[in-house]
């Protein structure tokens, strides 16, 4: 179990990572890479060489570049570095999201595992001894089962990467029973059962819980929720993108905790974060995929 | 605009407000009436009377009793005590919701009003400088348009009763803007232009906008999002109740704040806690009930 981002920095610390850098040219991303070289996190950078030039010139930064012509370009050179084993950890600068997406997943050169991609935030809130996982609240709109199942495979080999033996993943919803009015609440009814029936591997999992007897040991007394899961909740699986969504930004806004982001499924973690995100919580994202990296 | 509950428990003690309770027989119902008469709040109990007598006895407590066989007569006359006048703020005991909801229903002597019946939760966190209205996470699963505008006014009521001139009001989603492939942004900004028309009155309506967006001016600016809510919201509508339950609850369990809930859309307001509620949050609920009760 992870308390705090520290313990995940301290574990980036450690390993060799070297970041790709698809669409160098933006120079919020360059900050964020000045701003993790403390942790021995290396980076090539792969754009428009003047433009990028200039930009490490302003940022007294001196790092390896890779010329593209255009973000596709951009997109394929830098997937194409991880993939050959040059660079262990992918992110996104200037480029479109659908864009790099297209490039990992291309089939020849790409970073295809034939899993699922999907969108894991961490929160560290001053409500909450541990670091809670957040899933899918970034990537996937509104997943059916197989997909919640996906989703659910790629948070538990987060949690195993980051030292977890078994993590304790709720699918969390408005209310711990089941009610057939709540499609959602059927869902986490019949993937917990599949997890009882050995079908789902390398976690304890239980739902639906709502998100106050997931995480509240207390709250779950009180609402007479058993399981290893209920109160004790290391990974929250969500109903969809807006619900899980509300619950990463509430961590920071609300709550002025802090947050990391990371998108799994490839065969290297992708980093994609927001412009509107704290300098903290672009540290803390990299350093989630450099701790991960291979 | 209200900063804490503080002042929604000084507008509190200014009325004279009389809760009266169905399904008396819930000693935590009773703890929570017992921590708010410092704020003048009286309540009638309705429910059996030997329990209840007892009860008033273990936590040396004096008030009226009217004695009900059951749920269904409990409900009932702790209605007809509001819609007679005799107290002006329905609270729900040990009596199920949907039993108490289908009185307040009831086109004879119940508290209807036309205005479709909705829940509003209000959040004091370290991270947001104001209270800020969540609706609707706690009784319409998934509105559609014009539940959706009956939730808007329902929240826009409850802040002009509170004293907001125009509320701020915000459909949040997961991404501020439109994308097809996620109905809850089109529907979103459906509404804002139905608003913009003057359909929607007594506010200043946008959407869709991020939670980011919505709470934050820094995370406005640097989204370029522009326009009065933008940054300042005071009341989030969520697309369903998933995604507005773990907003509110992570209020509580994330951010160590504080929360209140209200129904709104009868001729008074209902109070439903729940048995997770912690007493503060109990208190505030209770105090926000009586500060817009007549």
């Known amino acids: 179990m992870l308390k705090s981002f520290n313990e995940i920095i301290e574990i980036a610390k450690g390993k ?32 428009n060489k003047p433009i990028i030039e200039k930009h490490l010139q302003d940022l007294n930064l001196e790092l390896p570049i890779e010329h593209a012509e255009n973000e596709i370009e951009a997109s394929e050179k830098a997937v194409k570095l991880v993939s050959s084993g ?10 479109k999201t659908s864009t790099l997406l297209k490039a990992v997943l291309n089939k020849e050169w790409g970073l295809r595992t034939g899993n699922l991609l999907s969108h894991i935030a961490l929160l560290e809130t001053p409500g909450i001894n541990r670091i809670i996982f957040v899933t899918d609240g970034g990537m996937i709109i509104k997943p059916d089962i197989n997909q919640k199942i ?7 080999s987060l949690a195993h990467k980051l030292g977890y033996e078994t993590p304790k993943v709720a699918l969390i919803a ?31 999992l239980d739902g639906p819980l709502g998100l106050d007897n997931a995480l509240s040991i207390f709250a779950a007394e009180v609402k007479k929720v058993k399981g290893d899961v209920a109160g004790n909740a ?28 990371i998108i799994m499924g490839a065969s290297a973690p992708i980093i994609i974060v927001s412009r509107a995100d704290t300098s903290k919580s672009k540290r803390n994202s990299i350093a989630l995929a450099a701790a991960i990296s291979k």
């Open 86 to 95: 040059k660079a262990n950890v992918l992110m996104k600068g200037l480029v």
């Open 234 to 261: 290391d990974i929250l699986v969500v109903p969809d993108i807006h619900s899980g969504n509300f619950l990463g930004k509430s961590a920071v806004y609300l709550a002025n905790g802090e947050i990391a982001g």
């Open 174 to 204: 408005a209310v711990e029973v089941v009610n057939p009015d709540m499609p959602e609440t059927m869902e986490a009814a019949i993937i917990s059962k599949m997890a009882d029936r050995g079908q789902i591997k390398g976690c304890k």
């Open 150 to 156: 996906g989703i659910i495979k790629n948070a538990v």
């Open 16 to 47: 060799n990572a070297i970041i790709s850098l698809a669409g160098a040219e933006d120079i919020e991303s360059l900050k964020a890479i000045k701003n993790v070289q403390d942790l021995g996190i290396k980076a090539i950078l792969v754009g």
